[in-house]
């Protein structure tokens, strides 16, 4: 029997519409960029990624992988149209030859400058290029917005249970063992049944965070047990992205049933819909500022693992530019000692180091490009410590064995705290951006870092205490202050009268089509 021919690939972009710097495709050379099956191999295999779980599930399963492309970036600004255009066209191509599957990883919160839904348009035309019944089973982030037409035109989709993420080969391993399972039923069998169920609330279960453990390690596991029935195909629970100025900004409960089973998918994700509304008093929406940020990092002694400070409100996994450097202000009127920032986002300080060289003092204006109202430049005196082309290779959990490029890169120090300015902008979630800087993150006394809970995974092991800071800037948690255009009305925080009466609920048939809201 001819092994089945499963069509692969990944697109992943996180939009913050509040980011008003365009993402375009070299953006992507961050993180990865793979458009043909050769780099996919040598980028991709054995990393902690979807792409690396895919290419593992291919060998285990004994399938001929079409590898189409793999494509992620940092979160940002919307996609240019015409590279989304040419990712989107990629895939499409791929398409065309004889597929029996697809595994595809999409965010699930990407938006371009000319739709505001690109992944359920994506969808849509992949359905209509592919054969009738050729199953496609999607993965998802934790953070995702999900429209009502990736689940109309996907047959399965899977989310990630952790955040920090650390699972994305795991959910990948997911999906492939759910196409595995409708491949092997006759073609006419092969359809399922899809549940969306929509709480009315920008975000819930404090943003999905599983470690430290929170209201999210509780109905991830509610979502779990319910694929031990024999009838589930796939569950998805996503927490949403609240810097998206969509319509289906917010959390959401994805149930997926085999067509012909007894079970509801409906009544079966009712539970984790109430479960996400009922999680408003265990989500946190109000962090200190960057003073009483300080008055805890005075407290450091020499010896002391060092104090995190996640400067989350300008944190680039979260869309945002970066490039405030309002925490670091804070940090050097403290006078703080033996203390590290990473990263700021600013080429033009990394370009007037490389040009005067290590060792060189310079007058510099550090940040603040971008949103100079919320986070104003910061005028300082700057020793160049050492300069670096901003490659490394993740040790991981997070992302482990990707090798991240942030583009030439400057170890600056100012009053005595070290500063490391990137060209792109970087949500540091990885020790050895210290480690190929000469920093040894564990004998700091305090380090702040672009990053709201990714950083824990490899960080939290090292810290005396993590502390949230809202310091300014476009990824706040006071989600009021926001200008949002495009929400349904009423939703939680923003209107008091929202209520779980509100939990809207969209159902799939077989054939793909909208059954009924």
Not at 241 to 250: M, Q, R
Request: glycine share 8%.
């Amino acid at each position: 029997m001819k092994a089945p021919t499963i069509l692969i690939g990944a697109i992943l972009h996180e939009t913050n519409t509040f980011n008003r710097v365009p993402t375009r495709l070299n953006d992507f050379e961050g993180r990865y960029l793979c458009l043909d099956p050769e780099s996919i191999r040598t980028r991709l295999t054995g990393t902690a990624t979807e792409m690396g779980g895919f290419l593992e599930a291919t060998e285990h399963h004994g399938w001929q992988p079409v590898l189409a492309l793999a494509a992620a970036a940092g979160p940002s600004g919307p996609l240019a149209a015409g590279d989304w255009r040419a990712l989107k066209e990629r895939l499409l191509e791929a398409a065309q030859g004889p597929v029996d599957g697809v595994l595809l990883a999409l965010h699930g919160a990407m938006v371009t400058e000319d739709d505001r839904d690109p992944e359920g348009s994506l969808l849509e035309a992949l359905r209509a290029t592919l054969p009738p019944g050729t199953p496609i089973v999607v993965t998802l982030d934790m953070h995702a917005n999900v429209s009502a037409r990736m689940v109309a035109y996907a047959d399965a989709l899977f989310a990630y249970e952790t955040y920090p993420h650390i699972d994305h080969a795991d959910r990948a391993r997911d999906a492939a063992q759910a196409l595995s399972r409708l491949l092997a039923l006759p073609r006419a069998r092969r359809a399922t049944r899809r549940a969306l169920l929509r709480p009315p609330m920008l975000d819930a279960a404090d943003h999905g965070r599983t470690d430290p453990p929170g209201p999210m390690n509780r109905l991830v596991a509610q979502a779990r047990a319910l694929r031990q029935n024999p009838d589930v195909l796939a569950t998805a629970l996503t927490i949403g992205f609240p810097w998206a100025d969509v319509a289906e900004a917010g959390p959401a409960v994805v149930v997926t049933t085999l067509a012909d089973s007894p079970a509801d998918p409906a009544a079966l994700a009712l539970p984790l819909a109430r479960g996400l509304w009922d999680s408003r008093s265990d989500t946190q929406l109000d962090f200190p500022g960057a003073e009483e940020a300080m008055a805890l990092a005075r407290q450091g002694r020499p010896g002391d693992a060092p104090l995190i400070l996640a400067d989350f409100a300008d944190n680039p996994a979260g869309g945002a530019n970066g490039d405030s450097p309002n925490l670091l202000r804070a940090m050097l009127a403290a006078g703080l000692e033996n203390a590290a920032f990473a990263t700021l986002a600013d080429p033009q300080v990394v370009r007037a180091a490389m040009a005067a060289g290590e060792g060189s003092v310079l007058a510099l204006s550090l940040g603040g490009h971008h949103r100079p109202d919320l986070t104003p430049p910061l005028p300082v005196t700057a020793r160049v410590l050492r300069l670096h082309d901003g490659r490394f290779r993740c040790q991981g959990p997070v992302l482990r064995g990707v090798t991240i490029e942030m583009g030439p890169t400057a170890l600056l120090e100012v009053d005595g705290i070290k500063v490391i300015v990137s060209s792109r902008a970087l949500a540091v979630t990885d020790v050895n951006l210290f480690h190929a800087l000469g920093l040894d993150p564990a004998r700091l006394t305090t380090i702040a870092l672009k990053s709201r809970n990714h950083h824990r995974a490899a960080f939290g092991p090292l810290a005396r205490r993590v502390l949230l800071v809202d310091a300014g800037g476009i990824a706040t948690m006071h989600l009021s202050r926001i200008d949002y255009c495009n929400l349904p009305r009423p939703i939680w925080p923003l209107d008091a009268e929202a209520s779980a009466q509100d939990i809207r609920l969209q159902e799939f048939a077989p054939d793909d089509q909208p059954a009924h809201e």
